[in-house]
């Protein structure tokens, strides 16, 4: 096929810059290190992969947009992700602007594998600048790149960047400024890389290599020696169950404090209130409706952050890969590849991105299974109930020999319910789909280094800023129609019972009640679990906003697990904790499955599994309970 000669445009908008390059080359590290705050998240039309897109300005004073593609291998794509990178840079969207110029993102310690994407963008003749990145740790190993050399075989400007450290973008910023931005240039059509087979692209990367970089030197990489012992198959699995039994041992002992600190407030701030109003429907929803709510959520922030600090930890020095091909075995078992380890590990977050991970498994039977099983992952909104039924139920003391939390302990458990059902629901789901042989799992492995402190405190303002953006607008509405379902009609004269009894929440309380009884359900948690399909964690503040309303004089003061503890029996908290385990999918998450899967029939069928599968476990753990004399 002959050469695509480039058709030129006039330019009158502001340059949009598309950074691509493969998944861990530190593209969207350069992406935030280049924007800052000035950015912006979507999804594209459409589907639901996530659209990163924002704005800096060069030291020379030119503006530009900037574009994160999703990370890809080759424009010849296999996956949505590599599709939607492809589209937009062969400026195939329908109402999506054609970058003006890319910015091919490589990794400077693997230029073998990250090489064939950028021959390929070449072939569509769009001006392109390689940022080098990573050329630290490049040069520690003792990787010799001639940048120079690098560049005239490219035929494009080679800059080296370190996106992780202050000013490693500078280098790029100046060659952006260099290009010429009075034309745009349209890609050529994607045929001119089809065109051209794979084995001819890797012979043109092997003499690109040979002629611009020396291994002479190579000091050898050191993740393949810590490899041999976390890739182990005896001791790397242990290192594993380990190292999440730390983490759930973490998230109850170093959050005490804080949670202390912030119940103190709360209540300090209720009794602040109550004192300076006098008795009225104002001083009810302020106090018993507002703050007996969202403070009863609020609280749970600190365990919220210290298990995402660990995820992040985890995620960012280049673990979690490991994690996959240690569990490809355990999955492939089920029927499952090791990649569906990541999507069903961002659930433990959120089972939304969960889903939504599930895009990049290629399989189409192995994503919908994931799809289907990513929701029994124990997801952030479930920590808070979690955490306030142990509190109330489960001593807080140490066992075996006081290296082991008890609450830790059972969170542990009940993380690890979560996780064993969602195995056993893939192997019976892929029963009856037909079992299909297990595909090895084949992953890129990142080097290993050190989480970067940066990085770090994003990702836990981004997760306490959705917490708390969460708590401030959906838990809050919902608090606040509580209260008045729970207010009105108020109560007869002469009645025995608080007035929400005899509520609008009273009343659907106590049909539901029906329903749930056989499991240990009273009609105060009949309530919550109405709420609680919009968000799990609107549970525990709908709990408080019950119970505030159900008490009278000094016993306001007191926090929801002393109210729990002497309310509930324990076999009826054993059997909520078993409920949650399972519990129904809120409605967010069904409508995020019903657009990645294009049927409403799997988001029903998702609901209903997980019902029937809590209410089993609630009533086989509640009738136990009572057996055994809890």
Known sequence: MGAVEPQVQAVTRTPLIALLGNPNCGKTALFNRLTGAR??????????????????????????????????????????????????????????????????????????????????????????????????????????IDSAKLASELGMPVVETVAVQSGGEMALLKALDLMPHAATVKAAPLSAIDAVPVEETQREVRRILEACVSYANDTGNLSEKIDDVVLHPVFGPILLAVLM??????????????????????????????????????????????????????????QILILFFFILVLEDCGYLPRAAFLLDRIMGGVGLSGRAFIPLLSSFACAIPGVMAARTIQNPRDRLVTIMIAPLMTCSARLPVYAL????????????????????????????????????????????????????????????HWPHLRNLALGLWERAKIFLVRVGTVILALMVLLWFLSSFPGAPEGATQPPIYYSIAGMLGRALAVVFEPIGFGWQICIALVPGMAAREVAVGALGTVYALSQT????????????????????????????VFA???????????????????????????FALAYAASFITYRVAIAMGA
């Not at 002992?253 to 300090?268: D, L």
């Not at 029939?601 to 997980?610: D, H, L, Q, S, V």
Request: with cysteine.
């Open 389 to 448: 039924i142990i509190a109330a139920f489960i001593p807080n003391r140490d066992v075996g020999g006081g290296w082991i939390n008890l609450q830790g302990l059972v969170l542990f458990i009940l993380y690890f319910a979560g996780i064993f059902s969602a195995m056993a629901v893939a192997w019976v789901i892929k029963r009856f789909m037909g079992a299909n042989s297990h595909q090895p799992l084949m992953l890129e492995l990142p080097s290993y």
């Open 39 to 144: 950015q912006k998240v979507a999804n594209y039309a459409g589907v639901t992969i996530e659209r990163k897109e924002g704005s800096f300005t060069s030291p020379m004073g030119r503006a530009y947009k900037v574009l994160d593609l999703p990370g890809a291998y080759s424009l010849s794509a296999t996956t949505p992700d590599e599709a939607i990178t492809r589209d937009v840079v062969g400026g195939l969207r329908a109402g999506e602007q054609a970058p003006d110029a890319v910015v091919c993102v490589v990794n400077a310690t693997n230029l073998r594998l990250n090489l064939r994407l950028v021959l390929e963008i070449k072939r569509l003749g769009l001006p392109m600048v390689l940022a080098l990145n990573m050329v630290d740790v490049a040069n520690k190993r003792g990787i010799k």
């Open 245 to 302: 039994f730390l983490v759930f041992q973490a998230v109850f002992s170093w959050a005490a404090v804080p949670m202390e600190m912030i119940s103190g407030a709360v209540e300090a701030v209720g009794a602040w209130v109550g004192g300076m109003m006098s008795e009225g429907m104002l001083r009810s929803l302020l106090v018993e409706g507002i703050l007996g709510g969202v403070g009863s959520v609020l609280v749970f922030l600190p």
């Open 553 to 580: 004089g000094d016993e306001l003061a007191t926090t929801l697990a002393p109210i729990i503890s002497q309310s509930w029996s324990l076999p009826t908290a054993l059997s909520l904790l078993a409920w949650y």
């Open 584 to 610: 129904p999918q809120c409605i967010a998450t069904l409508s995020v499955v019903r657009r990645e899967t294009g049927s409403v029939r799997y988001a029903f069928i998702m609901a209903g599994y997980m």
